[in-house]
């Protein structure tokens, strides 16, 4: 028993919130700047390209394809506005209101589309190597960066999984304190390195604006762009 | 890659079961703050007092003539700063103390107390009072120390002489109040956020020419101002309240540049 209770701790302890941010000094490529700030600051990448929300959904959650990919847009909306309004980011949209890609935007003649791109960029996720290809979708875009939301929604319980998780010992609570559901990631596109990093266990609930609420909080701690009047 | 990581939560449940060493530590580094111009040993109103008196000294009114062009800057009010909750907290491990008496008291009938008092209420109470008293003497010591007036005049200076660089300057009097800045409560919860509100007004001949707002603020923002650095306040206190820092000096050449805005849009000659 005694044994138990120190794993559940250490799951705790090590779960919830996971932040990461780069000592390193940060690069812009659009513009340049007298430096008012610390080198390291993640505000210094102001133009920041925003990668389609990956939504996972548990099973039976959306009807269609089409559903989940109007929740998905309705979150990405969510983060774009926070970004934009309460941070002063410039956010650069691979995608319009009606879902179609903004091959208007590249600006590297090298590339026909950002599907491509984009496409590109879960192949090599997947084999975990980002540099280079968070380095191409940069300079096609013309960002500082580029961010990557994922959102886990994850089933409500119901009096049968909540009377398990008593039986349990309260592991499966645990267990799902310990999983975040929601995750940013700030790529710097200079060097395509990995410079911001929240994930956090938030409850994605059948509620959209309660929903939109919870994973905006996830960026309430990011440091504020660069001002526009600071930019040469 | 050089990262810092940090992971939290349930911190309650942390905190009470890793109590001492942590607190200890904690207390021990964090309260260590170089803080040169606001003394360290004054507490209460007389600390209060103190850092009306630095931040006086630190941002007299300003007044500067470039050709034919005055310029004044000057602070309507102190530095806003944040509650000093870390005083509330403290009334936490006397409680705990009371409870652990009682525990040690009559073990039997008050076990529970024991446990409560001891090993819970007494460790955190004092860990978050001393984590507190650290956000709070950070936040304090970099807005008390700021040269928020003496900023703002060398930002106009340098950005006026840009601005005119081929001609003499206009026989006009520009003036800035600041009418208050610091660190404030904001629209959510978890947040606060650095705000500066001032006035500007332009005259010639004592007779105004314009007079606007200038608001870095949660609400009511000036159109062309940028959104105000909003975060948690421990974020604000962190390695030595570098942020605020930061945040002071950006808001300085935002302000400037604003006014400069301004003033070219009335075309003076």
């Given amino acids: 028993m005694r044994n138990l209770f120190i794993v559940l701790l250490s799951v705790t302890i090590c779960s919830c919130t996971y932040h990461t941010q780069s000592k390193d000094p940060v690069a812009p490529v659009t513009y340049e700047a007298t430096q008012y700030r610390e080198a390291n600051s993640v505000g210094n990448l102001r133009r920041l390209a925003v990668m389609p929300v990956e939504l996972k959904p548990y099973k039976g959650k959306y009807s269609c394809e089409k559903d989940q990919e109007a929740a998905a847009l309705n979150y990405e909306n969510a983060c774009i506005k926070f970004l934009t309004e309460k941070k002063g980011y410039e956010i650069v949209v691979v995608r319009d209101s009606e879902e179609k890609w903004r091959s208007e935007l590249l600006s590297d003649a090298r590339y026909s589309s950002i599907k491509d791109l984009c496409q590109m960029w879960h192949k090599e996720i997947a084999k975990g190597n980002t540099v280079s290809v968070i380095q191409k979708i940069g300079r096609a875009l013309n960002v500082d960066g580029v961010l990557v939301v994922q959102i886990k929604e994850r089933k409500p319980w119901g009096v049968a999984d909540a009377l398990l998780n008593l039986a349990l010992l309260d592991i499966p609570l645990f267990y799902n304190i310990a999983s975040p559901e929601v995750s940013a990631w700030i790529y710097e596109t200079a060097t395509g390195r990995l410079i911001w990093r929240e994930e956090r266990s938030i409850v994605i609930t059948g509620n959209e604006s309660v929903n939109t609420d919870s994973l905006i909080s996830i960026f309430e701690e990011l440091e504020n762009a660069l001002p526009r009047q600071l930019i040469k | ?269």
């Fill in chain 2, 1 to 269: 890659m050089a990262l810092q990581t940090k992971k939290s939560c349930v911190r309650l449940v942390f905190i009470s079961i890793c109590l001492m060493a942590m607190l200890q530590g904690c207390a021990a580094k964090k309260s260590d703050i170089p803080d040169p111009k606001l003394k360290k040993d004054q507490i209460g109103a007389e600390r209060f007092k103190e850092s009306q008196r630095v931040f006086a000294i630190r941002n007299p009114m300003m007044v500067s003539n470039i050709g034919g062009l005055e310029l004044i800057v000057r602070m309507a009010t102190i530095a806003e700063i944040p509650d000093n909750f870390y005083k509330t907290i403290g009334l936490t491990p006397p409680i705990g103390a009371g409870y652990l008496g009682l525990g040690l008291a009559a073990p039997p009938l008050y076990a529970s107390a024991l446990v409560v008092g001891g090993v819970i209420i007494i460790p955190l109470g004092t860990y978050l009072y001393f984590h507190e008293k650290w956000i709070w003497d950070s936040i304090n010591a970099a807005l008390t120390n700021a040269e928020f007036t003496r900023a703002v005049d060398r930002a106009m200076k340098v950005r006026l002489n840009a601005a005119f660089v081929n001609e003499s300057t206009p026989n006009v009097k520009i003036e800035i109040i600041i009418q208050g800045f610091g660190i404030v409560d904001s629209s959510s919860p978890r947040q606060h956020c650095f705000m500066v509100s001032s006035d500007f007004i332009l005259s010639r001949d004592n007779m105004e020419i314009k007079r606007d707002h200038l608001r870095i603020t949660d609400f009511n923002r000036s159109k062309d101002a940028p959104p105000p650095q909003c975060c948690s306040l421990e974020h604000f206190a962190e390695n030595e309240a570098r942020l605020v820092k930061d945040t002071l000096t950006e808001y300085t050449e935002v302000l400037a540049e604003m006014v400069i805005d301004r003033i070219l849009r009335e075309n003076l000659k």
